[in-house]
């Protein structure tokens, strides 16, 4: 893997129709927020063959409203990355088997994951280890299988608007 890119959700509402966490869709502000994060990792070089999103009705819609920047990737909808761990967050890019992946998923996982593979003490890797907000969008690369991933761009909504 020479690409991960890990996107958090966008902004959900605070209760579903059925009451359940799984079930909650996205806020008016994740609407709105999803597809500028989105056009930003496309425009900071996020270029996924492959996506993989949590199940959740929310990171299904926050996919639904990035995709069309991604167009030529596939995508696979993951029941076991619904609030999974950081290990298993990146088993699964890891093993997917092509150059680039994209996770969409949750918190405290995706932050997590994002936090180990950032641990350099340089003002950017500082900001993503401070918050991984809503929508927040981080591009790892690295030039062969030899080397370690690295984050090269770290884009939240905020910072889009900036």
């Known amino acids: 893997m020479l690409q991960l890119v890990l996107l958090r959700h966008a902004k959900a509402a605070t209760n579903s129709d059925t009451g359940e966490d799984f079930d909650r869709p996205l806020a008016p502000r994740g609407r709105e927020d999803a597809p500028v994060v ?7 070089g996020a270029d996924p063959q492959l996506v993989l999103v949590s199940a ?5 819609e926050t996919w639904a409203l990035v995709a069309a920047n991604f167009s030529n990737a596939k995508v696979e909808f993951r029941e076991e990355l619904y609030l999974g761990e950081a290990e298993l967050l990146f088993k699964a890019a890891d093993s997917a088997g092509v150059e680039r992946v994209m996770v969409i998923a949750h918190n ?7 936090s180990r593979m950032a641990p350099r003490m340089n ?6 280890r401070a918050k991984y ?3 927040a969008g981080a591009i790892f690369e690295r ?20």
């Open 123 to 128: 003002a950017l890797e500082s900001k993503l």
């Open 38 to 44: 989105g056009k930003a990792l496309a425009a900071a």
């Open 56 to 60: 959740a009705k929310r990171t299904r």
């Open 108 to 114: 405290p996982g995706l932050h997590e994951l994002a």
């Open 133 to 135: 907000p809503t929508a």
């Open 143 to 162: 030039k062969d299988d030899q080397s370690s991933l690295r984050l090269k761009d770290y884009i939240t909504p905020k910072n889009v608007t900036d």
